[in-house]
């Protein structure tokens, strides 16, 4: 199993204001491009990937919306509308939540209540964590178990206080060379260096 944690800093956790941010200061097809990349092959799917996307731009709490590839029945097209109308319908069913609550949304899609941090927690009871970082272990190097799970922000950078945070919860700094490339470009990259072993 693959894990993909999207940190999206910029993306409002408002569904409107979610659908209007492409293109603008938010960049939010950078969700799209993400779910596109993690999950999609051409004609097919992965059945192996889990998705988080954390959307962090918010009146009251953080939404984490969970993509479950492998129980996703509908998953209704790959286009960037299609996507997001698929966070959107996340976000509009965690109206009203308190915090630290889930919600079933579709089969295959869950949204809670709950920060980016307390999130990479729970996952770092079973999971290997990886943060991408360009200063990190170049990944041709990196030996990889049965659930590694990846770290990865949108156009804002992780703030320095986490990487304190990930280094306690053992993350492993993970490089795909010195280029800065899109959240999207580093999922391809992670899928083919670990479909080739
Ligand atoms: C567009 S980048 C973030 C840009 C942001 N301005 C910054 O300075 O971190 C999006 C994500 O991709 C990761 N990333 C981009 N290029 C990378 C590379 N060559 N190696 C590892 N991670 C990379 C970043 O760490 C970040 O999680």
Do not use: W
Not at 16 to 41: P, Q, S
Not at 155 to 160: A, F, L, S, T
């Amino acid at each position: 199993m693959r894990t993909f944690v999207l940190r999206a800093r910029a993306a409002p956790t408002d569904s409107a204001r979610l659908l209007a941010g492409v293109g603008g200061e938010a960049h939010t097809e950078i969700l799209a491009h993400v779910l596109m990349n993690a999950i999609f092959v051409a004609q097919s799917h992965r059945e192996d990937v889990i998705v988080y996307l954390v959307l962090e731009s918010t009146p009251d709490y953080s939404r984490s919306v969970r993509f479950e590839a492998q129980a996703m029945r509908d998953l209704g097209g790959f286009d960037e509308r299609a996507l997001l109308a698929k966070v959107a319908r996340a976000l509009d069913a965690s109206r009203g939540m308190g915090k630290d609550e889930e919600r079933p949304v579709e089969a295959g899609v869950r949204v809670q209540t709950i920060s980016f941090e307390r999130l990479v927690e729970q996952l770092a009871v079973d999971h290997r964590l990886y943060v991408l970082d360009r200063k990190g272990t170049p990944i041709g190097e990196q030996a990889f178990d049965e659930r590694p799970c990846f770290l990865l922000t949108d156009h804002i950078p992780m703030p320095k206080k986490t990487f304190g945070i990930l280094d306690r919860l053992g993350a492993t700094r993970l490089s795909l060379g010195p280029r800065m490339l899109f959240a999207s470009q580093c999922v391809v990259l992670i899928h083919h260096a670990l479909d080739g072993r």
